[in-house]
């Protein structure tokens, strides 16, 4: 798949850089600063070094990608921050930080709908864009590329969890702004609790036992090794996307802008379909490692009953009823 990728960006290179002179490519190029939580080494890391090699041949090294790894321009509410005002050009995010700039967008992230199939997701993606597009520009930002983060499944420590109330006495938590996380949690009577993605390994098995999260972020953020249980039911679609400034991409020269978006669009692709791919996989090599947990009929039903209840909390009041209508129920 990197191979592949490689040859799409080397493709789109050959358009502008192999005709760039050389008084042009000695210039100091422009640095777009793009801040991420992923680690240089992982899966998103390797598909956003080959896109940083990628431009850099497309625009004769007029163009440079510099990435902020694993958190250190903050986190995802942190680096929508700095995208306001200015310290980053950009942001590789899950949809915790590209919903700073649209809400709308979350209604990928609704429990209970996708079922583990991502055509449902694709497609209710491509019918949000109407809705996104405008509140991206009114924000004066870009969604330059989608991609995913896998298809999150309940894991627990010392426990089994089979339907929602396993969870009550294993401390659930929300990430910071997860507006339907939280719903979750009020909504299944337990103290609401946020915790953020970097508190998470450190509190994991005392303050925090169980975990609503893609297999591949579980193994890439070393909380696999600390699990003991996984449920086999798909809860949800983890989305994310490439946000730009929009000041400081229309700011720059024609076939710069041209360059750089463009290149967003094949990476937001090839992540896509990496992601996809590894997180079934890690799925896989979880389920060799822990105890599987098959949850009853009984159990998928009162899922659904409180995936429906919060879906009624959030819908309208905080993610526009239009962008829930487009899902799939």
């Known amino acids: 798949m990197l191979r592949r990728f490689l040859m799409m960006l080397a493709s789109l290179a050959v ?7 050389a008084s042009a490519r000695a210039e100091d190029p422009v640095k777009i600063k793009i801040g991420t939580l992923a ?3 992982s899966p ?11 431009i850099k041949e497309r625009t004769g090294g007029k163009l440079e990608l510099e990435f902020f790894w694993n958190g250190t321009q903050g986190d995802e509410i942190g680096m929508a921050g700095k995208l ?6 950009g942001a590789a995010l899950t949809a915790t930080g590209v919903s700073q700039f649209s809400k709308s967008i979350l209604a990928l992230q609704l429990p209970g709908y996708s079922g583990g199939n991502w055509a449902k997701v694709d497609a209710a993606r491509d019918a949000l864009k109407a809705i996104i597009e405008p509140e991206f520009a009114a924000q004066k930002m870009i969604l330059a590329g989608t991609g995913d983060v896998g298809l999150a499944h309940v894991m627990s420590i010392g426990k089994a969890v089979k339907g929602p109330a396993d969870m009550k006495d294993l401390s659930p938590f929300h990430l910071p702004n997860d507006i339907i996380g ?3 949690l009020v909504k299944l009577g337990v103290p609401v609790q946020t915790v953020g993605v970097p508190e998470i390994l450190p509190k994991l098995g005392t303050a925090v036992k169980v975990l609503n999260t893609p297999s591949l972020a579980a193994e890439q953020l070393q909380w696999s090794s600390k699990l003991t249980h996984v449920n086999t039911m798909v809860t949800g679609a983890g989305v994310g996307g490439l946000v730009f400034a929009a000041d400081k991409i229309n700011g720059l020269p024609a076939d710069l802008k041209s360059a750089l978006l463009e290149t967003a669009g094949v990476a937001g692709k090839g992540l896509t379909a990496r992601i996809r791919k590894e997180d079934a996989a890690a799925y896989d090599r979880l389920k060799k490692k822990l105890e599987v947990v098959e949850p009853s009929a009984a159990d998928l039903a009162a899922w659904q009953s409180i995936f429906a209840q919060v879906r009624a909390e959030v819908c309208g009041p905080s993610i526009k009823a239009e962008a829930c209508a487009v899902i799939p129920k």
């Open 182 to 184: 939280k719903a979750f």
């Open 84 to 89: 306001r005002n200015g310290q980053l050009d």
């Open 44 to 54: 998103w890391g390797q598909v956003f070094t080959v896109w940083q090699k990628g």
């Open 15 to 21: 358009v502008v850089g192999v005709l760039m002179p």
């Open 39 to 41: 680690p240089k080494f």
